[in-house]
């Protein structure tokens, strides 16, 4: 499987947002992620960082 974890970074420590994550847009001046079992987050972040060997997405609240 191709789908990636959702993490905000906070205080220098990854916390775990959405797992199983297939859609991540653009929605207002913040992110929509939406996972493969149709969850979905809205959250006021930016991405930091993409690890796509480890699935992960880091992101960081504005």
Excluded: T, W
Excluded at 23 to 40: A, H, K, N
């Amino acid at each position: 499987m191709c789908e990636a974890a959702a993490y905000v970074l906070k205080d220098g420590q990854e916390e775990l947002l959405l797992a199983e994550v297939d859609v991540i847009e653009p929605e207002g001046d913040g992110l929509r992620l939406v996972s493969i079992f149709g969850e979905q987050k809205v959250i006021k972040a930016s991405i930091l960082r993409l690890n796509l060997v480890n699935h992960k997405v880091i992101l960081v609240e504005k």
